[in-house]
């Protein structure tokens, strides 16, 4: 069996969720992110350091909340950093292009006003990335629109991941686009749209089984999402 450590690169943050202790764990370089009752959590910070096979354990490993312990996490930031300063082999992108959201999570920390990317705004992001396009001459080009909830701002989005997809064409460089959303807004129309620029990838967050979800991430009416999630991404 192995032995798990706290990355250094997770937080932890106390949360209370309907009068129930429970602990946010993020990973700032995995992405990973893991909701856990205070009692699951004193649980596991008592198999840490220690030879465990415990399922909740290795979930957090495979989500980069926990390491190994043959591990050396400062030589892979130090690779990490070095990759991205020095590889012009591909350019990535996040692009957040709205703050609106139609979800009204418990455990929301986003508190800015509900302000969204203009076209001209875009336009003008746009045009400074394809001049760096052209200065990096990458193999390929990685880009994901967020939020917010960004099909909240679809048409903006679609309009810039257009303008890179042709861009990216025209100089017979790989364009690889995405986005990350909760789901709800998805339809037969927009999926059409985004797909005939090539979409890649959609990345819909759930926070679990259906009562979990719709307890933890709610519209703004407070009525649950999961099955309309679901019946559209199925």
Known sequence: MNTYFLSMFTTILPLSIKGQAVVALFNTMSKGFCLLTSDKWRQ???????????QTLLALYGNGLLVSGDVDEQAALKLYRQQIVHNTQILKSRIMVTYACNFNCLYCYQKSKPLSMSESTAQKIDSYYMTLINQKQPRCVLDNYI???????????????????????GKGIEYDWGITTNGLLLDEDRLKQMMAINLNHIRVSLAGPQEIHDRLRPDKQG????????GVCT
């Open 223 to 230: 009525k649950g999402t999961y099955k309309s999630i679901t």
């Open 147 to 169: 939020g917010g909830e960004p099909l909240l701002n679809f048409q903006v989005l679609l309009n810039s991941a257009s303008r890179r997809h042709y861009f990216c064409l």
């Open 44 to 54: 596991i910070r008592e198999l840490l350091g220690k030879p465990a096979a415990d």
